[in-house]
C-alpha cells in the first residue's frame, strides 16, 4: 500500500487521488447543505412549540432503517429515462445522502431546543422578547452544543456513505474501493478505505473546533482564556 501511495502516477489526472478527494468533498458538501437547509427549520420548529414530535421522532428512525446501496441503485433505475445526463446518478446518490444526514440534525436541533432552561426563556419572555426573539436569542445560542454534536454525526455517515456512489459510476474516493475490486489489486483497495477515514477524521476536527469556536464556553464548562497581566 505504501507502494501505491508513493507511485505518482495515482496522484495525477481524472483518477488522480486529488480530483476523487475533490469530488467526495463536493458530493458530501452539498448533501450536507440541502440536509441543513431540511432538518434545521423542522427541527426549530419542534423543539421551540413541541408540535410534532411524535411525527419528527417516527420520521427520524424510518430515514435511518433505509438501505443505503438498495435505495441508490433504485432511484437511478427510476431516474434514468428522466435524465439523460450525469444526473441520473448524481441525483439519487444525493437523495439517499440526504436522507442519512437529515435525522441526526433534525433530532438534535429538536432535542437542544428542547433542554434549554425553561428559566431562561421565561426570562426572556418577561423582558419582552417575541417568539421569534426567544427562539433566535435565547434557544438557538443554547441548543448549538447538540446541533453540533448532530452535525457531526451527519458529516460522517455522509463523507462514509458517499464511497457506494462510485458504484453507479460516480467519482470519489469510493472510485479506488470499487475499481480496485474489478481488478482485484488489494492495495488500492485498501488505500481508498484509508483516504475515506482519513478524510472523515479531518473533516469531523474541522467541525469540533467550529463547535468550540461558536458555542458559549459557559455552555461548555470551559474557562475562557484571558489575556496576561
Not at 463536493?26 to 440536509?35: D, E
Not at 427549520?41 to 427520524?60: F, Q
Not at 431546543?113 to 421569534?132: E, F, K, Y
Request: include cysteine; charge should be positive; aromatic fraction near 6%.
Amino acid at each position: 500500500m505504501i507502494a501505491w501511495f508513493s507511485n505518482p502516477e495515482h496522484w495525477q489526472g481524472q483518477r488522480g487521488v486529488p480530483t476523487l478527494l475533490l469530488q467526495h468533498l463536493g458530493y458530501s458538501a452539498t448533501a450536507l447543505i440541502l440536509a441543513c437547509l431540511i432538518a434545521l427549520p423542522v427541527g426549530l420548529y419542534v423543539g421551540h412549540t413541541r408540535r410534532g414530535v411524535v411525527a419528527v421522532a417516527g420520521l427520524a428512525n424510518a430515514l435511518r432503517a433505509l438501505p443505503s446501496l438498495g435505495l441508490i441503485v433504485l432511484l437511478v433505475i427510476l431516474f434514468g429515462p428522466v435524465f439523460a445526463s450525469d444526473l441520473a446518478f448524481v441525483v439519487p446518490s444525493l437523495i439517499v445522502l440526504v436522507l442519512l444526514a437529515v435525522p441526526p440534525i433534525m433530532t438534535s436541533t429538536y432535542a437542544g431546543i428542547a433542554a434549554v432552561d425553561p428559566a431562561a426563556v421565561d426570562a426572556a419572555r418577561g423582558m419582552g422578547h417575541r417568539p421569534l426573539g426567544i427562539l433566535l436569542r435565547v434557544e438557538l445560542p443554547c441548543a448549538l452544543p447538540l446541533i453540533f454534536s448532530g452535525l457531526r454525526s451527519a458529516t460522517l455517515q455522509i463523507v462514509s456513505t458517499a464511497t457506494i456512489a462510485a458504484y453507479v459510476s460516480l467519482g470519489g474516493l469510493g472510485r479506488l474501493i470499487i475499481d480496485g475490486r474489478a481488478q482485484n489489486d488489494y492495495y488500492q483497495m485498501a488505500a481508498g478505505a484509508v483516504l475515506v477515514g482519513l478524510l472523515a477524521l479531518c473533516v469531523d476536527l474541522l467541525i469540533a473546533l467550529a463547535s468550540r469556536l461558536a458555542v458559549s464556553p459557559g455552555l461548555t464548562r470551559r474557562e475562557p482564556r484571558r489575556a496576561p497581566a
